[in-house]
């Protein structure tokens, strides 16, 4: 008599854990408020994206999360669902020989900025993932660690930037095939950096990143 007891518990634990990760909309409720992040910042090749995402006030998701959390398929569904849903979304690339000549983390911002400069509706506050950003304009921000996993519009910004420079790197390896980038998306996997050693480096590889391990350095 007591397994449907346990059974229901079980259930409720089980929905309530669900429930308890459901991110939070927006940081400011009464302002339009646009949520940036980044992806590619720790690749060895390709550009970095970043996104925009001005959510509208009662948008709703329980799927909705840090793009790192989700599997490829839900990030594509998700993908769908933000650019249908979105008051406003935009997704922005620095290439490699950018990120060469300023460095990764002023290309980061630069690619936010240029999400940002291309919304069709202006915000009024930026949610940034991280912990350092560049004012853009004069519209006011605030940086949040990990802020991929607490609000929806970070994490739909970080769907988008992750999907489209998947899709980029997919493109790429068709191209380049030896890389393995179809799979790794240009992060320095073995497989990445032994194609490295025994190809050299091609035109989307970032030349001011260390590409091989000390012990493996070769000209490039």
């Not at 090749?45 to 959390?69: C, H, M, R, T, Y």
């Not at 406003?88 to 690339?93: H, M």
Request: aromatic content about 8%.
């Amino acid at each position: 008599m007591l397994q449907p007891i346990f059974l229901t518990l079980r259930i409720s634990i089980a929905h309530f854990k669900r429930l308890s990760k459901i991110l939070k909309l927006c940081l400011n409720k009464h302002l339009l408020e646009a949520g940036c992040d980044e992806a590619g910042r720790g690749c060895l090749a390709g550009p970095v994206f970043a996104a925009a995402v001005i959510l509208p006030k009662n948008f709703k998701n329980e799927l909705l999360n840090d793009s790192k959390q989700l599997k490829e398929k839900d990030r594509d569904e998700l993908r769908k669902i933000i650019e249908k849903e979105a008051v406003a979304y935009a997704v922005a690339q620095v290439n490699n020989l950018e990120i060469d000549e300023i460095n990764i983390l002023n290309a980061s911002f630069l690619a936010m900025h240029r999400a940002l400069d291309q919304l069709k509706t202006i915000p009024e506050f930026i949610l940034i993932d991280g912990n350092r950003f560049k004012p853009y304009k004069k519209i006011p921000h605030q940086c949040i660690i990990k802020g991929d996993g607490k609000y929806m519009n970070i994490a739909a910004a970080s769907i988008l930037a992750k999907t489209y420079r998947d899709d980029f790197m997919k493109q790429a390896a068709q191209t380049y095939s030896q890389f393995g980038w179809e799979s790794n998306m240009g992060y320095p996997t073995i497989k990445h950096r032994e194609a490295i050693r025994a190809h050299g480096t091609t035109p989307l590889h970032r030349m001011s990143f260390q590409l091989l391990p000390r012990q493996l350095e070769l000209e490039l």
